[in-house]
C-alpha cells in the first residue's frame, strides 16, 4: 500500500521558518511529480507548489520567494522549506503525488503562524 507521511509542521511565529517533509513508501516516488498543497478551515484545498520528476517547480503567486520545494530521490522525500511565513489562518499542509492517473495523498500536517 502506497504511503505518503507529512511532518514538520507546528507552531512558528509570523516571519519564521519551517520545513515540510513528504515521505514516501511503496511507490517509485522519483517518476511523480509531487504537489504540496494547503487548506484552511472553510476554504478549498489550494496548490502551493509542484516539483517534476525531474526537478522543475513552480509556485503559487503567493509563496513566491518565500517557499522552495525540492526533492531527495535517494531518500524517497520532498520538502518544502517555507521562510518569512505570514500571520494566517491554521491550514494543513498536504502532499500529493501524481503519475498519470495515479494520485497519492498523505494525511496532512498543521502550520499555524501566530504570535
Known amino acids: 500500500q502506497v504511503q505518503l507521511v507529512e511532518s514538520g509542521g507546528g507552531l512558528v511565529q509570523p516571519e519564521g521558518s519551517l520545513r515540510l517533509s513528504c515521505a514516501a513508501s511503496r511507490i517509485d516516488f522519483r517518476s511523480y511529480r509531487v504537489g504540496w498543497y494547503r487548506q484552511a478551515p472553510g476554504t478549498q484545498r489550494e496548490l502551493v507548489a509542484t516539483i517534476t520528476s525531474g526537478g522543475r517547480a513552480d509556485y503559487a503567486d503567493s509563496v513566491k520567494g518565500r517557499f522552495t520545494i525540492s526533492r531527495d530521490n535517494a531518500k524517497n522525500t520532498v520538502y518544502l522549506q517555507m521562510i518569512s511565513l505570514k500571520p494566517e489562518a491554521p491550514a494543513v499542509y498536504y502532499c500529493?503525488?501524481?503519475?498519470?492517473?495515479?494520485?497519492?495523498w498523505g494525511q496532512g500536517t498543521q502550520v499555524t503562524v501566530s504570535s
Open positions: 500529493k503525488a501524481h503519475r498519470a492517473a495515479r494520485n497519492y
